[in-house]
């Protein structure tokens, strides 16, 4: 069975990057057709999609974050990254890294789901 | 605003059926790409209830359904129990410049 956990920071400074870390567990990162995902949810609201990695290190991000996101891999830990720059009270949510299957390029769904850690932007 | 659209709550009493909607466009839903459903009870994070329009993954009760047509998606649930009160939301690829990842905004499903 797959497990996936968040961790990191709870609290940032506005202004400053937030970085979270997620691990693998119970599988390698690195078999199997997946794509890793993280997806943030505010207080109270819905799901915004941040973006994607495969293992071979190809990324794609949510346009309206893509100039301060970085996704990366390091495969040896089986585990993967999330940078986030210039954040500001908004980015305030928690934070999911989640597995994505295939259901037919392109078209892909959250299967595993880490339990979401939640990042507060405050001074 | 998203990108799917989703009726902000729908209601039910135990043992009805209801449906919850998902609206999409030409770059998502209506090109063909496939809609997904995920289930977020109270505290917890989303967990998958269908994958590929109308598919359940192991262990969802069969009381759930998905279908697509169109450019809209729907989510069925038949009689309904207590624990189904949650929020739903749906999920497709959208090929425009709004990102691959869509979701809906979520629907509030109480049991009354």
């Known amino acids: 069975q797959v497990q996936l956990q968040e961790s990191g920071p709870g609290l940032v400074k506005p202004s400053q990057t937030l970085s979270l870390t997620c691990t693998v567990s119970g599988g390698s990162i690195s078999s199997g057709s997946y794509y890793w995902s993280w997806i943030r949810q505010p207080a109270g609201k819905g799901l915004e999609w941040i973006g994607r990695?495969?293992?071979?290190?190809?990324?794609n991000y949510n346009p309206s974050l893509k100039s301060r996101v970085t996704i990366s891999v390091d495969t040896s830990k089986n585990q993967f990254s999330l940078k986030l720059s210039s954040v500001t009270a908004a980015d305030t949510a928690v934070y999911y890294c989640?597995?994505?299957?295939?259901?037919?390029?392109?078209?892909?769904?959250?299967?595993?789901w880490g339990q979401g850690t939640l990042v507060t932007v405050s001074s | 605003q998203s990108v799917l659209t989703q009726p902000p709550s729908v209601s039910g009493a135990p043992g009805q059926r209801v449906t919850i909607s998902c609206t999409g466009s030409s770059s998502n839903i209506g090109a063909g790409y496939d809609v997904h459903w995920y289930q977020q009870l109270p505290g917890t994070a989303p967990k998958l209830l269908i994958y590929?329009?109308?598919n359940r993954p192991s262990g969802v009760p069969d009381r759930f359904s998905g279908s697509k047509s169109g450019t809209s998606a729907s989510l069925a649930i038949t009689g309904l129990q207590a624990e189904d009160e949650a929020d739903y939301y749906c999920q497709s690829y959208d090929s425009s410049l709004s990102g691959e990842g869509v979701f809906g905004g979520g629907t509030k499903l109480t049991v009354l």
């Open positions: 590929g329009n109308s």
């Open positions: 990695i495969y293992t071979s290190g190809s990324t």
């Open positions: 989640a597995r994505a299957s295939s259901s037919g390029y392109p078209s892909y769904y959250f299967d595993y």
